[in-house]
């Protein structure tokens, strides 16, 4: 209460400045993690002093003051960023430059500039972010300027900003139509917004390759990779719930990655499918990847509008350029597959290669298990049957905190950690398989998932990341096999994830009441997916669909224009429309005493606006004696329709007696 009196005591220049200065600081917020450290620092000593200086009204700095900074600040940007062009420099350099404006805002043209260079500023959180939150900041942030914009105008007295505030809020709502139409109607465009930085390492998620035994402790990322809605809700069990990334079968000791697109070719696909087809739409998270997320195995390529797209060998759907927007497609897929040639032929030669010298104790252990005569001349089933009952019995375990690996990464899980997370696990199968001269290869991508009760889509995060294995088989091909199911069943079965430990908050909501936590979580998700659904990925594609809808058979960007403008046309005859309206709806008696003061006029008498018609009635028969007789009745009886005790003549009779009369020149 005692702020709030102290503000209303302030002069009004030092009131509206801290108010812009809050409205900047609101704007500038969500930049703070996309900005150099050095940038906030100084952005916000500035602005507290601007925020001082107008408090205690003293003199702005001098120009040499400006130049110094703006010579320092260049030097920075330059220094940090290497160059003085692109997103990360030219952001970096716009909110330097607002910060900077603030002290020299002396005038009201001043105010503008930093109005302008503040809506643009704005625009720049959403090169970094998309999300709800951020529109709702920014939404914030737009009705502070608008605000701001207004009190600027009122020049005279000190008006409440609540009272501009009201005018800014009409004004927006005002023009929340236009946006809408805008929004739906006007042609999408290439996306204009930056991409998310890539930083996997040592989080769960998918990479291009997988570095095994160099992470002491994997943190769990709980973040949405993607979301998937089945047609009719038909889900696939649980333990289909494979959906495909990165095949990695090149093997260096440590790093598993995958071979280069021009030597995929060698292998034929070959893909054999069973069962009924699955249908459903992906909608993925931006990943700066150029694969699509796929449930084990598509046949088709899936619908994606504004992407080239082609498949390898080995199962993977890419793009021809990184994902770098929100995207959304369909596709369809078989649960029950078959890949690769069913005779062993030169081509999976590379599949059996392993370092020379790596891993000798799992070399030797696979030479006892070609020696075993159990195992003697048995098919590749047999051997991998046994490798799956060594990891179900030997004591091993599925964890989040195996240690930093050694360089025989194999070795160490086979013989003395027993204990890893599924990288650990796949790798270590596969250089077992790889050394019984059995072709394996590593597949990662996403398993299990949750459904949100709210919305019904699927939900794939970075903690559902998963590798598992492919081993070829005489006369069947390429076959899955997840040796973290060996170990931990429930990992696979019944989406049963390892859980890292809660943050402060959310432990104290968990402790309140799980249910709650769970429940809020999932509303929260829908939300965001909503957003994301009709907003973030709302495609040309959809523009058309939508004409479909208003009766287009084949829908063109012409039709789409045409639309817009006819809208555009319909709009400003509604808008003349009102304007008649609005006029017709003025007093009409007043409109009658106007026509007859302009009578007066063109009869050579001056009438001040002011004048009754008792008065105007008067001057005419002082000026035209009985010639203006009629006219100054026809007054007298005007005086009489509104302010006599008996009504006089109606308002429609008098309008029309008034046409008839003769008035005098």
């Known amino acids: 209460m005692r702020l709030a009196t102290k503000l209303q005591s302030l ?13 900047i600081a609101l704007i500038l917020l969500p930049q703070v993690p996309n900005l150099p450290w050095w940038c906030s620092t100084l952005t916000a000593i500035v602005l507290f002093w601007r925020g001082v200086l107008a408090v205690q009204a003293k003199p702005l700095p001098s120009r040499w003051w400006r130049a110094g900074l703006l010579a320092v600040t260049l030097v920075a940007t330059y220094a940090t960023h290497r160059t003085l062009l692109g997103r990360d420099a030219g952001v970096t350099l716009i909110v330097i430059l607002l910060a900077l404006k603030t002290l020299e805002l002396r005038a009201r043209r001043d105010a503008f500039v930093i109005f302008f260079l503040g809506f643009f500023t704005m625009l720049t959180n959403f090169f970094y972010s998309q999300s709800l939150p951020t529109a709702f900041a920014m939404l914030l942030a737009l009705l502070g300027l608008l605000t701001a914009l207004v009190n600027a105008h009122m020049p005279v007295g000190k008006p409440p900003l609540m009272q501009a505030a009201r005018t800014a809020g009409w004004m927006a709502l005002l023009g929340a139509p236009i946006m809408l139409v805008l929004f739906l109607l006007f042609p999408r465009m290439a996306p204009l917004w930056g991409t998310p930085n890539d930083a996997m390492t040592g989080r769960t998620g998918l990479s291009s390759t997988m570095r095994v035994g160099s992470i002491a402790r994997l943190a769990l990322d709980d973040g949405i990779a993607a979301r998937i809605r ?33 030597s995929r070719g060698f292998l034929a696909q070959n ?9 459903y739409e992906v909608t993925l998270e931006p990943s700066n990847r150029p694969w699509l997320l796929t449930l084990d195995a598509a046949p088709a390529k899936p619908e994606l509008p504004g992407y080239e797209l082609f498949g390898t060998p080995e199962l993977q759907w890419f793009a ?11 596709a369809e897929s078989f649960t029950q597959f078959q890949s690769g040639p069913q005779r062993r032929t030169a081509a999976l030669q590379p599949y059996v290669a392993l370092p020379p010298g790596s891993n000798p104790r799992t070399a030797e252990l696979a030479a006892q298990m070609k020696s075993d005569p159990a195992l003697a001349g048995a098919a590749t089933a047999a051997f991998v049957q046994a490798a799956m009952q060594r990891l179900r019995t030997g004591g091993y375990s599925y964890t989040l905190e195996p240690g ?28 077992l398989m790889r050394a019984l001269d059995i072709p394996a290869r590593i597949v990662t991508g996403y398993q299990g998932g949750e459904i949100n009760g709210v919305d019904n889509f699927w939900t794939l995060r970075h903690s559902d990341a998963h590798a598992w294995a492919e081993v070829w088989q005489e006369g069947a091909g390429w076959v899955r096999v997840d040796p973290t199911g060996a170990i931990s069943p429930d990992r696979v079965g019944q989406f049963q994830r390892l859980v ?21 979580r999932a509303a929260w998700e829908a939300v965001n997916n909503g957003w994301n659904q009709w907003v973030l990925n709302y495609t040309q594609s959809r523009q058309l669909d939508l004409l479909k809808n208003l009766g287009f058979e084949a829908p063109s960007l012409q039709d789409l224009a045409t639309v817009l403008l006819a809208l555009l046309v319909v709009a400003s005859l509604a808008g003349a429309g009102w304007t008649l309206w609005e006029r017709s709806q003025h007093d ?21 606006d002011a004048m009754p018609p008792r008065q105007m009635a008067a001057r005419l028969a002082e000026r035209f004696g009985a010639g203006a007789q009629g006219a100054a009745d026809w007054l007298l009886k005007l005086e009489a329709q509104r302010y006599a005790r008996t009504p006089g003549p109606a308002l429609a009779a008098l309008k029309s007696e008034f046409r008839r009369l003769a008035w005098p020149h």
């Open 11 to 23: 002069p009004r220049e030092a009131r509206d400045t801290l108010f812009l200065l809050g409205v």
């Open 230 to 262: 089945f047609d009719g809700n038909r889900v696939p069990a649980q333990r289909d719930l494979y959906f495909r990334g990165p095949v990695l079968s090149q093997f260096d000791g440590r790093e598993w990655t995958s071979p280069p697109l021009f």
């Open 271 to 279: 893909l054999r499918v069973r069962g009924d087809a699955v249908g």
């Open 320 to 330: 021809n350029r990184p994902i770098g927007d929100l995207v959304r497609y369909r």
């Open 404 to 431: 930093v690996y050694g360089n025989d990464t194999a070795d160490e899980f086979w013989f003395d950690r027993k204990a890893g997370f599924c990288e650990h696990i796949a790798s270590a199968f596969v250089v």
């Open 500 to 520: 890292a430990q809660p943050g402060l908050f959310a432990g104290a909501i968990n402790v309140m009441s799980p249910t709650l936590a769970q429940n809020l």
């Open 588 to 608: 009409p008696w007043l409109r009658l005493l106007g026509q007859a003061r302009a009578r007066m006029k063109k009869a050579g008498i001056e009438v001040p």
